[in-house]
């Protein structure tokens, strides 16, 4: 199988993800899936009960239009560049501006800039969840992965982005663990 037949696969299984079901039509080429609904997807499991997208660029206009497609109960987050939005079916599809953060203190809240999606993967907790797969569009099922999570993910391998990461959340210890676990 090709890398391409390979990245389509994958899209597939993320657009068929029941929190996205009747979405693809409002998504625009700047819109990516992240995190659990990708690393699920490469490793062929079934999906997790949410699903993580990155705008690059404003997300709120995309919130809203899943929101007004899904019948979707929306939650906005500005300072954050984020949004929830969740089914009455109790699925959540959980939507960030592409952002850049820095900690001003062990354990705090970030403080958010506007960012790239290359930006935004950099910033996750852990190589396997910055993989990030474009869902629509011309370049639909471009895969991004510049922390080279794909390989992590098939070496079994737990690997933080930069040495401060259990510093700035220290609750990606006990992920780490249950990713270990899983994984």
Not at 2 to 14: A, C, P
Not at 60 to 76: C, H, Q, S, Y
């Amino acid at each position: 199988m090709s890398h391409d037949d390979k990245s389509r696969q994958v899209l597939q299984r993320v657009l068929s993800h029941h929190a996205l079901a009747g979405a693809r039509p409002v998504l625009a080429e700047n819109v990516f899936a992240v995190g659990g609904a990708v690393r699920n997807a490469l490793l062929e499991r079934a999906p997790g009960p949410d699903v993580d997208l990155v705008v690059d660029g404003d997300p709120m206009p995309v919130a809203r239009a899943i929101e007004t497609r899904l019948g979707a109960e929306l939650t906005a987050h500005h300072e954050f560049r984020t949004a929830e939005l969740r089914r009455a079916d109790g699925h959540l599809v959980d939507i960030v501006g592409a952002r850049t953060e820095r900690y001003p203190a062990p354990g705090a809240l970030p403080e958010v800039r506007e960012g790239t999606i290359q930006q935004d993967l950099a910033r996750r907790d852990f190589s396997i969840n910055a993989i990030a797969i474009r869902l629509s569009g011309a370049a639909a099922a471009e895969i991004v992965d510049p922390e080279a999570g794909r390989a992590d993910l098939g070496a079994g391998l737990i690997r933080i982005l930069h040495p401060a990461s259990f510093v700035d959340d220290p609750s990606r210890v006990v992920r780490a663990a249950r990713y270990g676990a899983q994984l």
